[in-house]
């Protein structure tokens, strides 16, 4: 196989693996963040650092390289990895305005659906990760990590009485 026609395999897996799956691993400075994304005219474009967005990695909206593994979606193993270009959109432009369209129609549960895209333009980051060279080799250590600090917390045990109040709802109907 020639060097063109590997760089097109190449191209087309971190395409439509990356279109296929609804979350990307990215590092830039930092630790790796799961971020959900969009792929559209040949790259991935990600929403995020402002009140109710995805919290972004780390020295991403600084510019230069960050680092994309792609999942499975079924089975969630890594998958491919790819190093991208990092470039913040600028708000408003037509690449922005583009890229915020589809962006949009992918956003879940948004309490300002009607003026979310003006939100993002005051508030937030709109970035494109531009896909440079590919590797589809398998890392040699463990990419496990320590979980990122976060405020969340775990749920509380179950009432003690809760088990017997749902059963007598039951033997009720």
Do not use: F, Y
């Amino acid at each position: 196989m020639t060097d063109a026609a590997a760089a097109l395999l190449e191209k087309a897996l971190v395409e439509e693996a990356t279109k296929k799956s609804g979350l990307i691993w990215v590092r830039a400075s930092g630790p790796a963040r799961a971020v959900w994304h969009v792929w559209h005219e040949g790259a991935a474009h990600l929403v995020g650092d402002g009140p109710g967005e995805q919290p972004l990695p780390e020295g991403l909206t600084g510019g230069g390289r960050a680092e994309v593994t792609v999942r499975s979606k079924d089975k969630g193993g890594r998958l491919v990895a790819w190093t991208a270009a990092v470039r913040v959109l600028a708000p408003h432009s037509d690449e922005w305005g583009a890229a915020v369209a589809e962006l949009k129609g992918k956003r879940l549960n948004a309490p300002d659906a009607e003026v979310m895209t003006e939100r993002w333009a005051r508030e937030c980051a709109v970035v494109r990760l531009t896909p440079e060279a590919v590797s589809t080799e398998l890392p040699d250590t463990s990419l496990a990590a320590a979980p990122l600090p976060t405020g969340a917390t775990t749920r509380q045990p179950v009432p003690a009485g809760l088990p017997r109040l749902l059963m007598k709802r039951r033997r009720a109907r």
